[in-house]
């Protein structure tokens, strides 16, 4: 198994610019989420999908920031426009859903820098 | 709602020497528990969990916990450290409301460093 798929794995952007991640969670779950990591702030949940439905988006920062979940196998998570508060790490994770919905595994992470 | 505390930022192990890692939780119920870590520019590898059953569970890496329901903690634990060790760990909960999976709520982290 691939484990979960980030893309890209570091990103440099300029204040103003649309940025965009992309996640690839493991075959056969049916739960995603989206996390943002930072020194001040630690690991934060941003939104979360059950079988392609966004759930909970209460921890989306702001207008500025969209996810979504086209199918089973591709989220993505949209910034527009970028400012130089939101550079942190970015985490996609995916868990087996119904049977183990608390059994999460985490994507390498996108190291998201806007200057 | 529910929080997770570290209370220990850093913390400084000479390599053999037994780790204990502290982490409390405040839940009105008994939540799940975790503990992942990460290593430097990598993504969180779950360690261990709690579900429910034996208060003490094994994980990986020879890692262990102990849930004390009546100290609201679930410390991580290894009774001899090796170099490579060192990363950052994380203690979560999960909670469930009935609507299907939710996210993890973590600890701000304790950064372990190794002295050889």
């Known amino acids: 198994d691939a484990g979960v798929i980030q893309s890209p794995r570091h990103e440099v952007t300029e204040m103003g610019q649309e940025v965009t991640l992309r996640c690839k969670p493991i075959s056969g779950h049916n739960s995603l989420f989206w996390y943002r990591q930072t020194m001040m702030r630690g690991l934060e949940l941003l939104i979360y999908?059950?079988?392609?439905?966004?759930?909970?988006d209460s921890g989306m920062p702001e207008d500025r920031f969209s996810a979504k979940m086209p199918n089973a196998s591709f989220s993505t998570l949209k910034i527009q426009p970028s400012e130089p508060r939101d550079s942190a790490v970015y985490f996609c994770?995916?868990?087996?859903?119904?049977?183990?919905?608390?059994?999460?595994?985490f994507g390498p992470g996108t190291r998201l820098t806007v200057t | 709602a529910q929080s997770v505390t570290q209370p220990d930022i850093h913390i400084t192990v000479s390599e053999g020497a037994s780790l204990e890692l502290r982490c409390n939780y405040s839940y009105g119920a008994t939540p799940y528990l975790f503990w992942y870590v990460q290593s430097p520019g990598q993504g969180l590898q779950l360690l261990l969990k709690?579900?429910?059953?034996?208060?003490l569970v094994q994980g990986i890496k020879g890692f262990e916990a102990e849930f004390k329901r009546s100290q609201s903690s679930f410390n991580l634990r290894k009774p001899s450290v090796h170099w490579s060790d060192a990363a950052e760990y994380f203690c979560?909960?999960?909670?469930?409301?009935?609507?299907?999976?939710?996210?993890?709520?973590f600890g701000k982290g304790t950064h372990l460093i190794i002295q050889p």
């Open positions: 999908f059950n079988n392609n439905v966004p759930i909970d």
């Open positions: 979560a909960v999960w909670m469930y409301s009935g609507g299907g999976a939710d996210g993890l709520t």
């Open positions: 994770a995916s868990a087996p859903g119904d049977s183990h919905p608390y059994e999460q595994y």
């Open positions: 709690y579900f429910s059953g034996d208060t």
